[in-house]
């Protein structure tokens, strides 16, 4: 299982002060070296935390893979277009929200996405749809060529830390479900946001999961223990989630 990690949250303490630092890319390279099977970065609309440097640099300074995460919009579509990452996540956005709030509707507008998205394969970006766990949603995925599904983990998450622990159960029932069943479809399955030490191992135990995208806990954790230790205790529950469930 790969672990990929999304270093937004550097470039949004970074940009708290508009300064030249903490930079992002630094902390992609650490990663690199603690582990890391890829980077993910989220370059927004509004550019409130990854700036269009950054992936310009993270596209000529990485070894290990890129995850470009982005709206569906046209300006995307052409930045992507011209640095061909490895993988191309797409999610939904809106300017008010603080953070990616549910999956895309991907069943809802799967002509426009099918179009979209052509473009993307061709260059060769493995193409992955950022989606709540739900039927309709995965098989508009599979129909308009996605070759992955990443399965939106906050909900999960948040009811965990609100204590709601049968709600909770009910939508990891729903993950575990989704996650059988996209990989039966031929799609490869990844999931995350909101995840942490107190999360990951339900997760990282669906044997279908091939890659977490993990960030914002990580670079919290970073600030007491330090990047590379962060990242190594989540490789190890995840290394021992996996472990548990063979
Ligand atoms: N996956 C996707 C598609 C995301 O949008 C995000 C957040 O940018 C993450 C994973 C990582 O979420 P978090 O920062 O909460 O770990």
Redesign the pocket.
């Known amino acids: 299982m790969r672990l990929g990690v999304?270093i937004?949250h550097v470039a949004t303490v970074r940009n708290a002060r508009g300064s030249a630092y903490p930079d992002p890319v630094r902390a992609a390279k650490l990663a690199e070296k603690a582990g890391a099977d890829g980077i993910?970065a989220?370059l927004r609309e509004d550019r409130r935390h990854i700036m269009d440097e950054d992936i310009d640099r993270l596209i000529a300074e990485l070894e290990v893979p890129l995850n470009f995460?982005m709206a569906a919009t046209e300006e995307m579509q052409t930045i992507a277009l011209r640095h061909k990452p490895h993988a191309v996540?797409i999610?939904p956005e809106k300017r008010e929200e603080k953070?990616?709030e549910g999956g895309l509707d991907v069943a809802g507008d799967d002509n426009r996405l099918a179009r979209f998205v052509a473009p993307l394969v061709e260059v060769g970006s493995r193409v992955s749809m950022?989606i709540d766990a739900d039927a309709r949603q995965v098989e508009a995925s599979k129909r308009i060529g996605a070759a992955v599904v990443?399965l939106h983990t906050g909900a999960y998450c948040d009811l965990h830390y609100e204590g709601r622990f049968q709600d909770r159960d009910a939508e990891l029932k729903r993950l575990t479900e989704m996650a059988a069943y996209a990989h039966s479809l031929g799609l490869e399955v990844h999931a995350?946001?909101?995840?942490t030490y107190d999360t990951v191992t339900p997760i990282a135990a669906l044997p279908e999961v091939m890659e977490l995208?993990?960030?914002?806990?990580l670079m919290g954790e970073a600030m007491f223990v330090g990047l590379e230790a962060s990242i190594a205790e989540m490789r190890r529950l995840m290394t021992a989630a996996r472990t548990v469930d063979a």
């Not at 995350?192 to 995840?195: S, V």
């Not at 995208?213 to 806990?217: A, K, P, T």
Request: aromatic share 10%; net charge negative; proline share 0%.
């Open positions: 999304n937004d993910t989220h995460e996540c999610v953070t990616t950022f990443e995350g946001h909101g995840l995208n993990i960030g914002h806990f």
